[in-house]
T-cell receptor, first 111, second 116 residues
């Protein structure tokens, strides 16, 4: 069965630190990949998405993600986080007609 | 800012009550979704509608009853719920369910449901 796993449930960083959140999936076929962010008290927002082409995808607010097909991974990165990046981050993978979300990673950035 | 609206934003109900959650999308999409978001659990897909037809029911108990009168509106009718049904219920929409870019989902703010 298809699955999506996010390795870290909680991450605490200081401002200006670099961020990398892991996301792996299990499925051998074609996938479409997404990262969503949920700021405290707000709705889920699309951060970035990958469908085809350049495996390095740039999203809003300085985030980027790299699709590594051989590793079934789509890790989210940001070179320098800000306090305002405190939020919960969800990886999602679309397998044909179905989209599965990871359990989420809560990021807390200390000012 | 969001093209998907949900009402009410908060709902408290007893186990014998009947209530409904409403979702409306203003994006011209044809697919709509209900998700349940509980603390410390992954987002759980409940129902999917594509062009008003239900295409997925993810083994959801019958005390949750969806209704999709048109492509812009989605309801979730609730009756005889249990305390463990307390959660954030999210609605989402996408262009359709054919995969690829058309499957990009846009979410509403959710309804925070508490069952006493």
């Amino acid at each position: 069965a298809q699955s999506v796993s996010q390795h870290n449930h909680h991450v605490i960083l200081s401002e200006a630190a670099s961020l990398e959140l892991g996301c792996n999936y299990s499925y051998g076929g074609t996938v479409n990949l997404f990262w969503y962010v949920q700021y405290p008290g707000q709705h889920l927002q699309l951060l970035l998405k990958y469908f085809s082409g350049d495996p390095l995808v740039k999203g809003i607010k300085g985030f980027e993600a790299e699709f590594i097909k051989s590793k079934f991974s789509f890790n989210l990165r940001k070179p320098s986080v800000q306090w305002s990046d405190t939020a919960e981050y969800f990886c999602a993978v679309n397998f044909g007609f179905k989209t599965i979300f990871g359990a989420g990673t809560r990021l807390f950035v200390k000012a | 800012e969001t093209g998907v609206t949900q009402t009410p934003r908060h709902l408290v109900m007893g186990m014998t009550n009947k209530k409904s959650l409403k979702c409306e999308q203003h994006l011209g999409h044809n697919a709509m979704y209900w998700y349940k978001q509980s603390a410390k659990k992954p987002l759980e897909l409940m129902f999917v509608y594509n062009f008003k037809e239900q295409t997925e029911n993810n083994s959801v108990p019958s005390r949750f009853s969806p209704e999709c009168p048109n492509s812009s509106h989605l309801f979730l009718h609730l009756h005889t719920l249990q305390p463990e049904d307390s959660a954030l219920y999210l609605c989402a929409s996408s262009q359709d369910v054919s995969g690829g870019v058309k499957n990009t989902q846009y979410f509403g703010p959710g309804t925070r449901l508490t069952v006493l």
